[in-house]
């Protein structure tokens, strides 16, 4: 009986010592993460492939370079999160596809980025290359490369492209929320071209040539596959997510296309809103809008109009989306890294064109929130954690920005792969092992194709 006395209450409190260890060791690994997640944020080029910022203030004006009431964007939010570049989408609403003046509107905002980098030099830099990038992470200023969302802003002239090169832009969304001249949109019932039209090839065929990316966001699945069979360089999608998690939903994009636009060395930026990323939160949503449309048409209103936003405010306030929370997106990431590889992932966040954000993921300080994702007590995240921060400088990215160096011929159509001889200067060792990959690609095609 004694021995039973003794050894029974010993067990019990070596196994209450045990879960006691096991609880400060778990404490004590999450720190270490946690610690781990902001080196690697102000050690690493962080790169932010789609946020809204210009079209934000082209609303309503803040100043960014200091804190904001309002939006996901501003410098001591960006600071914080560790954020390196962020690419300023150059967003052109649908309706300039009908009453002109896109070209404009793309001028307006380009300019508009350009006057908030050189009104805070010590704080932003504009950057249209490789070596810009490089340059400003190494000075520790915010990066503001530019990419146009929608097409439309070229205007139906090819002319347009080098244009809009010229002037900075480095990947252009073929399209937004309506059908247009080059392809066709997921959001429009009606497609047009079943496809890119014979405009849209040229127009690839052109940003080939230019360096500039094409970006698949936004498209219908028939004018994905029209891109991959006419683009000669790797292709983007600058902020879409896994259509597995939003089932039927055409503006994510499907597991055989994540496939095929990674066996063209393709990188698809994961976009952290709700409704990209839980299908439920998606499918209220869609009911919302379905509503506000109703209500719209019927007040004869657009969606830009002062009195439609008024309304739309309003309607959100009183019908909130559900919340979402960060693992989500890690579940997005993970999904494109088990059927693609962690080469082909990176983030488009759509941070200040998404109302909806996750718990956890809501604006540009919270990039190195990515310890939150242990305490799920899910270990595949601890496993990846390393794996996302080292991909969010997406050397695909930081290469396809700047197309022009030579090496096989001036206007080699897989020049922008080289430029990615510039990241050498970063000591990362996954981003130089991989650029090694795709300079031997590059060189591999580029001595089939010679110049062109
Ligand atoms: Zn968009």
Not at 164 to 175: A, E, N, P, Q, V
């Amino acid at each position: 009986m004694n021995y039973y006395k003794c050894i029974v209450p010993l067990l019990i409190s070596l196994l209450f010592y045990g879960c006691i260890k096991t609880a400060d060791e778990e404490q004590k690994s999450n720190e270490n993460l946690k610690m781990k997640a902001k080196e690697l944020a102000i050690n690493f080029v962080i790169i932010d492939t789609h946020i809204d910022l210009p079209y934000r203030l082209e609303e309503k004006w803040e100043d960014v370079s200091g804190k904001t009431e309002e939006g996901h964007f501003d410098y001591p939010r960006a600071i914080q999160g560790g954020l390196d570049a962020a690419f300023m989408s150059i967003y052109i609403p649908a309706k300039y596809e009908e009453i002109g003046g896109g070209k404009e509107m793309a001028d307006k905002l380009i300019k508009l980025v350009e006057g908030i980098a050189k009104d805070s030099p010590d704080k932003f830099s504009m950057a249209y290359s490789v070596a810009d990038v490089t340059a400003n992470f190494k000075k520790g200023v915010i990066s503001f490369p530019m990419g146009m969302e929608n097409g439309t802003g070229i205007e139906g002239d090819l002319k347009n492209l080098e244009y809009f090169y010229d002037k900075g832009i480095r990947y252009i969304t073929l399209c937004h929320s309506k059908n247009n001249r080059i392809c066709d949109s997921s959001y429009d019932d009606d497609p047009k071209w079943n496809g890119l039209s014979p405009f849209g090839i040229e127009v690839v065929k052109e940003m080939n040539r230019l360096g500039i990316m094409v970006d698949v966001s936004h498209i219908t699945d028939s004018s994905f596959y029209d891109v991959i069979d006419n683009s000669l360089a790797p292709v983007i999608a600058s902020h879409s997510s896994c259509r597995f998690f939003t089932p039927g939903w055409q503006r994510n994009m499907p597991d055989d296309m994540i496939k095929t636009f990674a066996e063209h060395n393709g990188v698809i930026m994961i976009n952290f809103g709700s409704s990209f990323i839980n299908g439920k939160v998606r499918e209220i949503n869609s009911k919302t809008w379905d509503e506000i449309d109703h209500w719209l048409v019927e007040h004869n209103l657009s969606f830009s109009d002062s009195e439609a936003k008024e309304y739309i405010d309003k309607y959100f306030a009183e019908h909130p989306s559900p919340k979402t929370y960060v693992s989500e997106v890690a579940d997005h990431i993970d999904h494109v890294v088990k059927l693609a590889g962690i080469d082909n992932v990176g983030f488009g966040s759509d941070f200040d064109g998404v109302r909806n954000v996750p718990e956890g993921l809501s604006d540009v300080s919270m990039y190195p929130a990515w310890h939150i994702l242990v305490d799920s007590g899910d270990a595949k995240f601890r496993a990846g954690l390393c794996g996302v921060f080292r991909h969010m400088g997406t050397a695909h990215i930081l290469v396809a920005t700047q197309p022009t160096i030579n090496g096989c011929g001036t206007r080699c159509l897989l020049c922008p792969l080289r430029t990615v001889y510039r990241l050498s200067d970063i000591t990362w060792e996954h981003t130089v092992l991989h650029s090694r990959l795709v300079l031997a690609d590059a060189a591999g095609r580029c001595s089939v194709r010679g110049s062109a």
